[in-house]
Every structure is written in structure tokens, then in C-alpha cells.
């Protein structure tokens, strides 16, 4: 599934309102995970303002090359494997993309609109099934 060009578009301006604020968005980010499956908090080290902000530079420079996927390759490749080698499964995307969207939501309040939470299904789904593909990740 490829996102177009409306939906990278609509990624990127609401991705540009977390970049306003990464140290609260990533917390909340890490929160609202944990509310939706907590089973999955022993899985992260305890330092997860730290781990918050890594997730969520690395997302920006997802978002910033998802129109170029070759771009982007080798970054799948190493972030598949080191979330396989942590355990994660393709279940466990899941509940990231809708935290993910729980954050943004929290962010941009009423201007978070329909077509921006398709946009980003589509796009998180994209670098997921990418790092599960190129990183061993087995599908669920």
C-alpha cells in the first residue's frame, strides 16, 4: 500500500504540530500505548523520554522520506531487526498505529480530521509492513 501525494501531504502538516512539542507528544505517545496494551511496557526500557524522542525522530525522518522509499530502505531494514530481536511481532503494530493516532489526535484536537487519520492508517501500515518485510518481522 502506497500512500499519494494528498496523503503525504496531510502526514507531514500534522507531523509538523508534534514536532512543536516532541518531548510531550512522545510521552504521551508511550502512554496512550500502554493504555491500549499495557502487556506490551515490558518490552521498553524505563527511560522512555528517551526512547519517546528516539521513536519520534525517527518517525520524522520516515515522514520526511516516505515519498522515496529507496530512501528509506536501509533504516527499514535496521529497525526490523532490532524490533525483532526485541520480540516484537506483527500484532504489535496495531496498537502502535492507534496510539500513534491517539497522540496526534491529543495534538491537533478538532483540526485532526477524518482524512488525516486515513492518511496516517495508510502510511503507518506502509513503514510497517517495510520493516517487517525487510527485517524479519513474521505477519501476523
Do not use: C
Not at 27 to 36: C, G, I, P, S, V
Not at 75 to 96: C, D, I, N, T
Not at 106 to 120: D, I, K, N, S, Y
Amino acid at each position: 500500500m502506497t500512500v499519494s501525494a494528498s496523503d503525504l501531504k496531510l502526514i507531514r502538516t500534522s507531523f509538523d504540530r508534534l514536532r512543536d512539542d516532541l518531548d510531550s507528544h512522545s510521552t504521551e505517545f508511550y502512554e496512550a500505548l500502554f493504555r491500549r496494551a499495557p502487556y506490551l511496557r515490558s518490552m521498553f526500557r524505563e527511560d522512555l523520554a528517551g526512547q519517546g524522542m528516539k521513536f519520534m525522530t525517527t518517525l520524522g525522518v520516515i515522514v520526511d522520506k516516505l515519498h522515496d522509499e529507496s530512501a528509506v530502505a536501509e533504516q527499514y531494514v535496521g529497525l526490523g531487526r532490532k524490533h525483532a530481536s526485541l520480540g516484537v511481532e506483527a500484532a504489535h503494530f496495531e496498537p502502535m498505529r492507534e496510539a500513534l493516532l491517539d497522540t496526534l489526535r491529543a495534538a491537533m484536537g478538532a483540526e485532526f480530521t477524518l482524512e488525516m487519520e486515513q492518511a496516517w492508517r495508510r502510511g503507518f501500515d506502509q513503514v510497517g509492513a517495510n520493516m517487517m518485510t525487510r527485517g524479519g518481522i513474521a505477519p501476523g
